[in-house]
């Protein structure tokens, strides 16, 4: 058991247990006398950390080197898991170094630096270090775009190297600053008056003089010129809301009584007479929709048809203006609107009947007083959550929050409320004894003549009305037709004379008059808190959360589309959160009910002339003159009239919440929209918002399920990494690429999404498409994965056992480990190597995954190189006997020809050999380097013979550099272009759009486009290994083309293909990388 728990504890995703090639022959030792120097010219006095560049960070943070393997002992077990990367880039050393010892060119490099000093005429000689001349600094210490290893260069001694724990904070500062870093630019405002000045980095990017742009002043803005942020801040601004400042008001107003000789007549008189005088129509117009909006909702805040409330039609018109009013002055006095008008949310009168049913199912409808006690105090109660949840959202800025709400689920409950309001018009016409309900007995009371009469005429004017809107729609329109329609009923009543207001009563044309002497104030005596049934409340408090819920997003609708159309722009989602939070507490406080900033009203009061905050006033007072004679009113006003105008409100609703939705949503959300109106408008409005909620999630999960999660598939052949290889390797992963896969995935992966992915996976190893075209290698990608879920992440673990029953190895790719990506796949143990299944290899970033998959198969082709290079006159080896209880691994080669995939590795690596191999090779044996290195460097590169580049050798000079050398940084003069014998080389690109970095191996070039362009460096070049080179100088390729003219202008040719090769190279991974 012991054993066994071993065994599956042991270490996961082991590449390779290769050592770094160390060649004796190729790396003189310290007596042969040469010196170790930098190619530019300078000490070699800088080190480097030899991570991707997007792992110094990850690395340095887990205590880790940047390339190590992933070892979890258990799942678990607090072990923390560790990137596949260690070794790789030694292995890619190997690879590369073989080919050129496979050709024996390396046999030469066993001699000592004398003898090749000697054969190269005495030309190796130490350059002096090159002075450099720092330029000015910027402001912020580097100039736009420079490496923290430039600045290192100015830091450092001479004879300094840098530890590998700053050069990954060097790195990843640099590469933080290079990627989303900007230099800071200094704006200078002073300037010559005449204009002349030369301009400097400190001259003003934009001139003096600006365009004006003609846009109303805002007393926001005016304050904030004023106070020039000298005042301290208080509590009210912390909140957002600096306007108005009570302090300054009052200050402003004793100081004008306390001084009659700053009295200006004129001035008293525009102030007192004409402004107010100018706010007369926009006031009558405000006065005017809040008296419909009376008639409309507030006469039916309470069940008419039932006894017990059938009386209290008035006492709900008092509670209306009471919530207008209030609105009206905390809007006019607070919000960001000065003419923005407050009114009951007429949302709320089908919560209040549902409240109201509830409690008469369990008090009964006995006891009318306590019934009304119970009924009336939900209802201010509601309204005070409301007001407490409003104020609590905006205060800690959580405005944004209500965004997340599908707009879907409002579009829904607006359509029940057009529903409910249609029907309820139909009750309070047909003057119906209850609640409408679907029974035979209502519909026989609907469709005799005398209930026909009274609900048919207000259902054809509303429509009237509509059409005749839908051509033409002025604002003065919907107030003159009801004032007409009014108008209209009196005169034919009047012109009767046995037409009396009894008999109008009696039949249910008028409503009911309240009872004489009955005050406006009467649902005050309402409020009987001994009587009320605290139970019943408490059952409607759901009610009560699911009305708050739906006022809540009013805000964000209403506010910014008047923001829009006011062209107001310093609106505070938050500070209009507390202004309603505001208004409806103190609107419950006092015995009244939810309101809200009303979007029509607003625009209509505004585009008459009621655009300031003394018009809100206005607007106040006059509605508390219509509170007060509003009992007398509503014993006066025709049903038909009020009829007309709930019919219209519900008609429009509904069109604007199915009609106007129609063909311009997706099928499911429109299917949720009619959902939430039909349950809301015939069964229950709590129930609803429920429902609407549930198929709102479940659409969002249909619909995200329905994004394409895998973005980009790509080939080993098209997605390479990038590393310079020798051509030999080039062919041959030209060949064999086809046997990595490519998936990059995007988004946030699911239970929902993440089925697309493991589909996928499963077509791949299909066995029709795994004969066609087999794998070796899945990388999966997660560069542009922005989380994953539980469901997602145990996926990709049943994902890796299905793969590998086709031997098919899982790579995970810039999956960072400390993140919520990271943590969650190590929680469901996907790095854990099981008996039977091995764990995915884990890389930072893409190039790496594709370095590592790229060298595995690479191994096929070493080893058939080694076994294809033996000559017919070799011993043949002895075969030694071993225990045949011991398994023997076998080679790469051995298994070349296990199946028809691993034969068509076998059969890649013959044909790059075969055609990239020289038939006088053998010649090369009596050649010193580094005419060799030439010749294999620059095959299918040119067609000039070994005599031909043989007069090139002269101008090479041999050049050693230690592990962690820096041979340039970007911006330096070209000091020199490389040819690489050994070791292998880093290139950083650190750029303003972006980092890249790739890896030189030997029997490659460094440098060239620069050197023979004559332009600055493009990148920093490190040595990630002791490395051996040969460089030629600027003065060395001055000397060449002077001398052997026909042999620089090769070299350029070569020069040229090579930096073609490695601009397609890298533009083919960037725009790999950004799919």
Sequence with gaps: MAGQ??????QSSITSTNKPVVDEEAIPSEQTGTESIAASGRSSRFGRATSITSSAGLSTSLGLPSRSYIHHTGHGNGGSARYSSSGVREQTAELSSSFLSDSEMSRRLSQDSDEESEGMGGRLRVHETIAETSEPTSPDGYGPGSSEIAAALHQRPADAYLRASDLDAATKTSRDNASGGAPSIVISDVGDADGDRTPTERTALLPQARLSIRRKPTRDT??????????????????????????????????????????????????????????????????????????????????????????????????????????????????IFRGG???????????????????????????????????????????????LVFFGLGAVKLGTLVNFFPHSILTGCIGGVGIFLFLTGIEVSARLPGNFEFTLVVFHQLFNAKSVALWLPPLALAVLLLLIRKWRDPPWLVPSYYIGITAIFYIITTAVPSITMDVLRRDGWVFEAPAAGVPFYNFYSHYKFGLVDWGAVWMTVPSQLALTFFGILHVPINVPNLAMVVQEDNVSINRELIMHGISNTLSGCVGSIQNYLVFVNSVLFIDTGGNSRLAGYMLAAATFGLLVAGPVVIGYVPVMVVGTLIYMLGIELVQEALVSTYGRLYQLEYFTIVAIAMVMGFYDFVVGIAVGIGLACLVYVVQTSRRQIITAEFTGTVAESTVRRHPRQRNYLHKAGRQIRVLKLSGYLFFGSIVRVEKRVRALIDAESFAASPIRYLILDFTHVTGIDFSAAEAFGRMNRIIQRRDVDMVLASVTLTNEVGKALEMVGLFVEHDETPAPKVFEDLNAALESCENELLKVLTEKQKLGGRRPEDSPPMQIEQDRSLKQQPTPFDIAYASPRRNFLHEAASTAITETIEPDQPRWKSFKQPLPLLLQAFQDLTEKSEDFWFRAVPYLIRREFTKGQMLYNRGDQPDGFYLLQAGILRAEYYLDQGNYHESIVAGTTCGELPFFSETERTSSVIAEQDCIAWLMTPGKWTEMQEREPDVAKELLRVGLKLSAERMNAITSYVLITAS
């Design 341 to 387: 008008v407050g009114s009951e949310m007429i949302e709320v009168v089908p919560f209040f009947h549902k409240m109201t049913y509830m409690i008469m199912s369990r008090m009964g409808t006995e006891n009318h007083d306590a019934l009304r006690a119970t009924v009336i105090t939900s209802y201010a109660m509601s309204s005070i959550i409301t007001g």
């Design 5 to 10: 728990a071993a065994k599956r504890k042991r």
């Design 222 to 335: 005016e304050d904030a010129v004023e106070d020039d942020g000298t005042k301290p801040i208080g509590t009210w601004d912390r909140l957002g809301h600096h306007y108005p400042s009570v302090h300054k008001l009052v200050s402003t107003v004793r100081h004008t009584v306390l001084n009659p000789r700053s009295w200006k007549p004129r001035a008293i008189g525009q102030t007192v007479i004409v402004e107010p005088a100018k706010m007369i129509p926009a006031v009558f117009l405000g006065l005017l929709l809040n008296l419909l909006d009376a008639l409309s909702y507030g006469i039916i805040l309470f069940p008419l048809g039932e006894e017990a409330f059938a009386d209290l039609g008035p006492d709900g018109v008092s509670m209306f203006y009471v919530s207008c009013i209030i609105a009206q002055l905390t809007y006019s006095s607070g919000s």
